[in-house]
């Protein structure tokens, strides 16, 4: 059971991110805090991870409604377009990284390039037909 606290520190260390500001924050002696703040921290690493992801989520409407308003109002046009992808890839629209292609051209026949390069413009080449 969580006293109130450790529950206090467990606030304080959540905005603060500093143990020790957060144990002097909670009640206890500055003589002691550095200690007392790295053990809580320790004690209280599931919590604390819980609650900091919490407080992100809480704050996810007012992220949206800022990306909104730099997407219409911002006077930079690199302003916009860099809300625009950030709110289109928080909505899971992230474009497709770049991806390479090796050609294996340099080991192909002429023949072989020609017949490539007629297929991809729907062309149809007679191959010579091979005598046994």
Do not use: W
């Amino acid at each position: 059971m969580i006293t109130s606290k450790q529950e206090a520190f467990v606030d304080a260390f959540c905005i603060t991110g500093n143990a020790t500001k957060a144990a002097e924050i909670a009640g206890y002696s500055p003589a002691t805090a550095r200690q007392k703040g790295y053990s809580l921290k320790n004690q209280f690493a599931r919590e604390i991870e819980d609650r900091i992801r919490q407080m992100m989520v809480d704050h996810i409407p007012v992220v949206v409604d800022k990306l909104k308003y730099l997407i219409g109002d911002a006077q930079s046009e690199s302003v916009q377009l860099g809300a625009i992808k950030d709110f289109l890839d928080r909505a899971g629209m992230k474009p497709t990284e770049r991806v390479e292609t090796i050609s294996l051209v340099e080991t192909m026949s002429e023949d072989d390039i020609k017949r490539e390069l007629a297929s991809l413009r729907g062309e149809v080449i007679e191959t010579p037909e091979v005598l046994n």
